[in-house]
């Protein structure tokens, strides 16, 4: 398989694909405006659900999960993490376990899927919940986790927590020797706390300026530790609602494009119609706006957003290069992850995960999306 088109931040190229990974990668010249542009597929870390599949639901079943694929694949993704959020250990056992089986039955599944995302139900259950539900919440338990881990696997690879509860330290140490990240949001902690647990082997801040506090100390908060400890990447969502431009652009300056990742939080009213909806056991709703809601407004519950539209807003609001929102949408979070089967730059050797795509003003226009070297998407 040939193609040809603009590598952002390389110029025009023609990429041979062969046995499912990048053959060759000839750079022929500058950007052509009649080419589309080739980058890696887009590598979403967190997804608690979509086109009306939530992986929470009681409801789950296997064929139901692998189901998203070709509406994921519209959007230029082919690698995600299906994210289970707080919930009762029978309920998360039990959806761990139905992925598990989703993967073992859908090969596209099980290469779409490098592995699995708890976000809690070790977070905090004060001001900082949003749409988790506090009855499941509770200190992080390593005997509990491992239950969770035989139930999904062993594929659990990233978790996020609140590290002022206890026993978060000695929690924090014990996943990152397992090979799992760690990541810090849903927290009403101080600084302190988030410098405890970077120093134990935390390396990711979840949907960063969000899961946090509604008002901040002007100098105690969880935030400025968050933003300033360079051993944290910050994982954020670029939907218009969830950070404003302003944010964003700290964000950046403070990180470095190298320690941004694009996510989506996508829960399972992304591509549906506005109506409410039920998340876990909590009403919420789709607004016309494309926000997602609590129904009774006090927070935000996800979002509806799609990996192509995040990395055009994450440009106009950043004002970076599109060769670095692409970054901060493949290259970053795959190196994150460290999993070799997943794309990380259009180069030689690498799987051939790919999206080609034409940039407008509010998002990327897909044009077709290739995994492990063969069709899966073409508008």
């Not at 338990?141 to 978060?168: H, K, M, S, V």
Request: charged share 15%.
């Amino acid at each position: 398989m040939q193609l040809e088109g603009n590598i952002p931040g390389v110029g025009c190229a023609k990429v041979e694909i062969a046995d499912g990974h990048i053959n060759s990668v000839a750079v022929r010249g500058a950007v052509s405006a009649e080419m589309p542009f080739i980058s890696p597929g887009f590598v979403d870390i967190q997804v608690n659900g979509f086109a009306g599949v939530d992986f929470s639901s009681p409801d789950l079943e296997a064929e139901k999960a692998s189901s998203v694929l070709p509406a994921i694949w519209s959007t230029g993704a082919t690698t995600f993490c299906p994210t289970l959020i707080t919930n009762s250990l029978s309920a998360l056992i039990r959806n761990f376990a139905i992925l598990e089986q989703a993967a073992r039955m859908n090969p596209d599944f099980a290469q779409a899927v490098p592995c699995y995302h708890l976000e809690g139900p070790y977070i905090s259950p004060r001001g900082s919940h949003g749409a988790h539900d506090p009855q499941w919440m509770h200190p992080p338990n390593w005997d509990e986790f491992l239950e969770l881990q035989r139930a999904a696997g062993g594929r659990i690879g990233i978790i996020t927590l609140a590290p002022e509860l206890p026993g978060a330290e000695d929690f924090i140490r014990q996943a990152r020797r397992a090979g799992v990240v760690v990541a810090i949001s849903h927290t009403d902690g101080g600084p302190d706390d988030v410098h405890r647990a970077a120093a134990a082997g935390a390396t990711l801040n979840t949907h960063l300026g969000n899961g946090c506090p509604e008002y901040l100390h002007r100098h105690k908060a969880p935030l400025w530790a968050q933003l300033a400890t360079e051993s944290l990447h910050a994982s954020i969502i670029c939907d218009g609602f969830h950070l404003p431009p302003d944010v964003v652009k700290v964000i950046v300056a403070v990180k470095g494009i190298d320690k941004c990742i694009l996510i989506t939080d996508a829960v399972h009213v992304a591509q549906l119609p506005p109506g409410k909806y039920t998340l876990v056991g909590t009403d919420i709703e789709l607004l016309p706006s494309g926000q997602v809601v609590r129904a009774d407004h006090v927070s935000m519950a996800g979002s509806a957003l799609t990996m192509n539209r995040g990395v055009a807003i994450f440009i106009e609001f950043s004002q970076c290069t599109l060769a670095s929102a692409i970054q901060a949408a493949t290259a970053n979070p795959a190196h994150l992850l460290r999993r070799p089967t997943i794309c990380s730059q259009v180069a030689v050797g690498q799987p051939a995960n790919l999206v080609l795509f034409r940039q407008e003003p509010d998002t990327l226009k897909v044009e077709s999306v290739i995994s492990r070297g063969r069709y899966v998407h073409s508008a």
